[in-house]
Every structure is written in structure tokens, then in C-alpha cells.
């Protein structure tokens, strides 16, 4: 059974699996590291922390917005789109209304 551990200062860790001995006892996994607290179930995203009763909020993505150009570039190297598609592309305005 996968048991689930933080840190002392509830960076999440990971799950480890121990499994069971010969006579059906549950062992403890030898790479959990010394100090961890075992917690009942993992967090939604790594880079939450457990404050002891619950994790903290999920972070925001990582994701910095994309231009329609940046866009069709990335679709064209993986040939989604071809270059006759280019002047179909509308400049957007700040509210993500097409102009």
C-alpha cells in the first residue's frame, strides 16, 4: 500500500510502497527519508504544503500567454498548420474579443 509523506516543513515528498514481509506484515519503503511525516493522501499539485491539517492552495500554472503569431508558430513546426493558414490569423484585442 502506497503511503504518502511531507517533510517537517510539509514539502510534499512523495508515496512510497513498502509491501509486505514473508509473514504478511507491511514493511516500511527504505527510501522514505528520516524525518518524514506520513500523511493520508497526496496533494492535487507537488508544489503545494501541508500545514499539518490540509495543503495549501494549489499554485497557478506556470503558463505565460501566447501571441496569435507565437501560436501559429508552434502549430506550424509541428505541421497542425501551413503558411497559407498565416493570413486567416485576426489581431485580438485585451479582452480576447477577435477584432
Known sequence: MTKYYVDPNGTYLGGFDGGVDEGGVEI????????????????????????????????????????????????????????ADRPRLKPVDKTGIVS
Open 28 to 83: 516500511e519503503h527504505p527510501d522514505v527519508p528520516a524525518g518524514a511525516v506520513e500523511i493520508m493522501a497526496p496533494p492535487e499539485d507537488a508544489r503545494q504544503v501541508w500545514d499539518g491539517t490540509t495543503w495549501s492552495p494549489k499554485p497557478a500554472p506556470d503558463v505565460a500567454p501566447l501571441t496569435a503569431e507565437e501560436l501559429y508558430d508552434m502549430l506550424a513546426a509541428k505541421g497542425v498548420v501551413v503558411e
